[in-house]
T-cell receptor, first 114, second 107 residues
Framework: ETGVTQSPTHLIKTRGQQVTLRCSSQSGHNTVSWYQQALGQGPQFIFQYYREEENGRGNFPPRFSGLQFPNYSSELNVNALELDDSALYLC?????????????FGNGTRLTVT | GQNIDQPTEMTATEGAIVQINCTYQTSGFNGLFWYQQHAGEAPTFLSYNVLDGLEEKGRFSSFLSRSKGYSYLLLKELQMKDSASYLCAVGAQKLVFGQGTRLTINP
């Protein structure tokens, strides 16, 4: 069973640039969520994707957007990067949408904005 | 809204017992999760409580009181590898996390 994989592992960008982060969900999981984790903080929910549509969004501006593909993999896009966007971005998948099954997290992408 | 509080840091001794508390305020309640996160790694699932009471799983136990908005994670027979951050989270899949408790185990 393949777990959640994310790429790249590390990324350095300049303020104002755009970035795309990628996630492959665990085999058999159809729901993908993205979280932002600042240093020393708990993860914050960005949004969730189910059946290729956004299914819930946290308190993040529209420059944070995403996609889910037919194979359930997902992308997180961030436009007009700001210094405060520097964080660990975690992708998590779950086997079914809406129930209480635990999330399975990837190791994350560490984004540094300079 | 939702608010979750847990201590920022705790220290314990190898072989001992430690209890990490979590209090929460939510507009609705779907359950409470505990995750473990080693530095630079993904959070991994430890426990889930939706009903009041104690859930035991090996060296780890988790307790929930919905009326008090309170949970704790109990770690027994501490090992050095238990040094990690412990995250309390409420919700279903759209989780709201606390800031995490960084636990350091000393020999």
């Amino acid at each position: 069973e393949t777990g959640v994989t994310q790429s790249p592992t590390h990324l350095i960008k300049t303020r104002g640039q755009q970035v795309t982060l990628r996630c492959s969900s665990q085999s058999g999981h159809n729901t993908v969520s993205w979280y932002q984790q600042a240093l020393g903080q708990g993860p914050q929910f960005i949004f969730q994707y189910y059946r290729e549509e956004e299914n819930g969004r946290g308190n993040f501006p529209p420059r944070f957007s995403g996609l889910q593909f037919p194979n359930y993999s997902s992308e997180l896009n961030v436009n007009a990067l700001e210094l405060d966007d520097s964080a660990l971005y975690l992708c998590a998948s779950s086997p079914r949408q809406g129930d209480n099954s635990p999330l399975h997290f990837g190791n994350g992408t560490r984004l540094t904005v300079t | 809204g939702q608010n979750i509080d847990q201590p920022t840091e705790m220290t314990a001794t190898e072989g001992a017992i430690v209890q990490i508390n979590c209090t929460y305020q939510t507009s609705g309640f779907n359950g409470l999760f505990w995750y473990q996160q080693h530095a630079g790694e993904a959070p991994t699932f430890l426990s889930y409580n939706v009903l009041d009471g104690l859930e035991e799983k090996g060296r780890f136990s988790s307790f929930l009181s919905r009326s008090k908005g309170y949970s704790y994670l109990l770690l027994k027979e501490l090992q050095m590898k238990d040094s990690a951050s412990y995250l309390c989270a409420v919700g279903a899949q759209k989780l709201v996390f606390g800031q995490g408790t960084r636990l350091t185990i000393n020999p």
